[in-house]
């Protein structure tokens, strides 16, 4: 049985060889200290959790839902950005729910890229934006994200041919690996470029409530003119620690979302009712969550890249995410560090090449175990791997 050229071209997964030898230490008692998944280890806050059990009960809610989400909870995205960024949505034609962002991020490239329309990719990335481009038939073309430009894309260093024949642009920020952030300067630039090319921006704002000492990262939507190009993806998981129970939504464009909608209404159906409803308190209910959330990621973060700055490193700190990317040491590849650190120290850091091929180099910490975890993690490089050289 020959699958087809779509799954053929998918890249193969880079980290067999380490998760090979992962199991292996564990079958061998190895305390093994992960910290290379992006997972909030942390439960859904109880009121969330008391609303989806509420609502579980009604069989109204044991019903097909529909596929863009019951207005009721594309009204709560709505009211969250009125309150939170001051951005108006309508939400029966700019909201649309999603099962988790990432099914929004995959099905926009089958809305929009015809064989050999090309997709403006970041790199590293989420690997979703290039693999969704690639599954739609699409042409991925990356835009390298350098130390030097702030780990944002280079928009003047891509050809004009290339800009031409491009229909989607991914970007995200807070970002995931490299933890930058983007300012006002970048966004109007953004805007702008994407109006002189008609590129439809999708801006994934996952980590838009996870950030430290006082930032608040913004919406795309804020910035003038944007609606009129693009949409932002958004996500309960990571603000409320909700990775598992898959509810995001896409909101701006309403063209842009009416296509979503039309696609996902031929391919699945919607949210679980009772979700949706956990979704409306998370986004309508108390935000202490994300804040103290964030103070809890904020000290793990602290204790990350002192203990690398104090072996040789020369880190700053991210202002958002739940992450640290870091550069590996001289001598090294992102995959032969990572093993390195594995085999002496029983920790799992995430090599940067899995990201893309600019991620090479690198290695990401996931800040996502307790402290205590991640004190004993960063000792263990302390006593095992010592100082290192760049
Ligand atoms: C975690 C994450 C998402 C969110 O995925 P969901 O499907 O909403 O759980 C989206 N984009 C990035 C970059 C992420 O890291």
């Known amino acids: 049985m020959e699958e087809a050229q779509r799954i053929r071209q998918l890249p193969a997964y880079l980290f067999a060889r380490i998760e090979k030898k992962i199991e292996k230490a564990k079958e061998e008692g190895v305390?093994?200290?992960?910290?290379?998944i992006g997972d909030p280890d942390r439960p859904t806050p109880d009121h969330i959790i008391e609303k989806l059990c509420e609502q579980a009960h009604n069989p109204e809610n044991h019903r097909y839902p529909s596929s863009?989400?019951?207005?009721?909870?594309?009204?709560?995205v709505a009211e969250y950005y009125g309150n939170r960024f001051n951005v108006e949505l309508d939400p029966r034609t700019e909201v649309v729910s999603l099962l988790g962002s990432k099914e929004?991020?995959?099905?926009?490239?089958f809305c929009y890229l015809d064989p050999g329309d090309v997709?403006?990719?970041?790199?590293?990335?989420y690997p979703v934006y290039g693999i969704g481009a690639l599954l739609a038939g699409g042409n991925p073309y990356i835009m390298p994200l350098k130390p030097e430009n702030g780990f944002l894309?280079?928009?003047?260093?891509?050809?004009?041919?290339?800009?031409?024949?491009?229909?989607?642009?991914?970007?995200?920020?807070?970002?995931?690996?490299?933890g930058a952030i983007a300012d006002d300067a970048f966004y109007h630039k953004l805007i702008a470029f994407a109006k002189e090319y008609?590129?439809?921006?999708?801006?994934?704002?996952?980590?838009?409530?996870i950030a430290f000492e006082g930032y608040r990262p913004p919406s795309f939507l804020e910035y003038p003119g944007a609606k009129d190009v693009g949409i932002e993806f958004g996500s309960c998981s990571k603000s409320y620690n909700m990775t598992?129970?898959?509810i995001g939504w896409a909101a701006g464009n309403a063209r842009v979302i009416e296509a979503l909608g039309r696609i996902k209404s031929n391919i699945d159906s919607g949210v679980f009712q009772a979700v949706q409803y956990a979704g409306i308190a998370a986004l309508t209910g108390p935000q202490d969550c994300t804040k103290e959330m964030s103070e809890v990621y904020r000290e793990r973060r602290d204790i990350v890249v002192d203990g690398l700055n104090s072996l040789g490193w020369n880190l700053e700190k991210p202002k958002a995410t739940i992450y640290v990317w870091a550069p590996v040491p001289k001598g090294y590849t992102s995959i032969s560090f990572a093993e390195y650190v594995f085999e002496k120290?029983?920790?799992?850091?995430t090599p940067g090449n899995g990201y893309g091929e600019y991620g090479e180099g690198f290695f990401r910490i996931a800040l996502t175990v307790e402290k205590e975890r991640i004190l004993e993690a960063i000792e263990r490089i302390k006593q095992n791997i010592g100082k290192v050289e760049f």
């Not at 120290?345 to 850091?349: A, D, M, S």
């Open 345 to 349: 120290t029983g920790v799992v850091i």
């Open 244 to 246: 598992g129970w898959r």
């Open 104 to 109: 929004g991020i995959a099905h926009i490239s």
């Open 153 to 178: 894309p280079d928009l003047d260093a891509i050809p004009t041919d290339i800009a031409k024949k491009a229909k989607l642009m991914f970007v995200n920020y807070p970002n995931n690996p490299t």
């Open 68 to 76: 863009v989400g019951m207005l009721s909870y594309r009204k709560a």
């Open 198 to 209: 008609d590129i439809i921006v999708c801006h994934d704002a996952a980590y838009q409530e």
């Open 31 to 36: 305390d093994v200290i992960s910290l290379g």
């Open 119 to 125: 997709a403006l990719i970041p790199d590293p990335g």
